[in-house]
């Protein structure tokens, strides 16, 4: 599948979560974590999110270098209220997978697959390297597409979720991805005087 190459951020808690089973937006982990963050957007051509992460977080997916915005749904349903397109900023791309997303001014909708709508991304708009911000729900799909090339990871050992069903990267435990994606360990830096490790990993 054509498509650019695709990087992942997350802070992960002590048990692997990415947020509580009330999935409550849990904020910075440290400044030093929110820096990184910001860092890591510096060099996108496009940021990704989900539209349940685009709503927790209230996310405006702004960078210096105005990286296209651009979000997924399923049902395409998009608050035209939201921050998001009140920002200035990058081009706003929406993608509805089962429905045309919400017509709103100054956006540029697209309805097909997820695989479709990067392949469009990379070929119409020269997405060289995208940056996805979560969730777990679109990054579930990102990895069953083998379509993960980095992981950066944020793991905040001070803070304990717990909870059967409170999701990591890929959600809730669940079913296993059609097979296992191999990774390896590029960046190890323990904060021990944040009680954080900042993390990065490449496709092996
Ligand atoms: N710890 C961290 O670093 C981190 C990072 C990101 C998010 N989070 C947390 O994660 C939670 C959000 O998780 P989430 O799983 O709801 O997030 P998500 O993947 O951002 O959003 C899920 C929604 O996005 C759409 N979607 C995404 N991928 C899709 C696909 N492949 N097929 C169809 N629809 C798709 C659907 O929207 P429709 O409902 O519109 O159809 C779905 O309901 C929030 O609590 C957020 O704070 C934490």
């Keep these: 599948m054509p498509r650019p190459h695709i990087s992942l951020n997350f802070a992960l808690s002590a048990d692997g979560r990415i947020t509580?089973?009330?999935g409550i937006?849990?904020?910075w982990t440290s400044q030093a974590d929110k820096d990184r963050f910001?860092?890591?957007r510096e060099s996108a051509?496009?940021?990704l999110v989900g539209r349940g992460t685009l709503e927790a977080d209230r996310m405006t997916m702004t960078a210096p270098q105005n990286p296209l915005r651009c979000v997924v749904s399923g049902k395409g349903r998009f608050d035209p209220a939201h921050p998001l397109f009140h920002t200035e900023g990058g081009p706003i791309h929406l993608l509805g997978?089962?429905?045309p997303p919400t017509s709103i001014g100054g956006t540029t909708p697209h309805h097909s697959s997820l695989p479709d709508f990067l392949a469009t991304l990379h070929r119409d708009h020269g997405v060289e390297k995208l940056h996805c911000e979560g969730g777990a729900t679109l990054v579930r799909e990102l990895a069953e597409?083998?379509?993960i090339d980095e992981i950066?990871?944020?793991?905040a050992a001070h803070t304990l979720f717990g909870g059967r069903e409170a999701p990591g990267i890929t959600g809730p435990p669940g079913d296993f991805l059609p097979a296992s994606r191999q990774f390896e360990l590029t960046h190890f830096e323990p904060r021990p005087d944040l009680g954080e490790c900042f993390l990065s990993y490449r496709r092996a």
């Design 20 to 22: 509580s089973v009330a």
């Design 25 to 27: 937006a849990s904020g």
């Design 38 to 40: 910001l860092h890591l």
């Design 45 to 47: 051509d496009a940021l």
């Design 97 to 99: 997978i089962y429905h």
């Design 145 to 147: 597409l083998d379509a």
């Design 152 to 155: 950066h990871l944020t793991w």
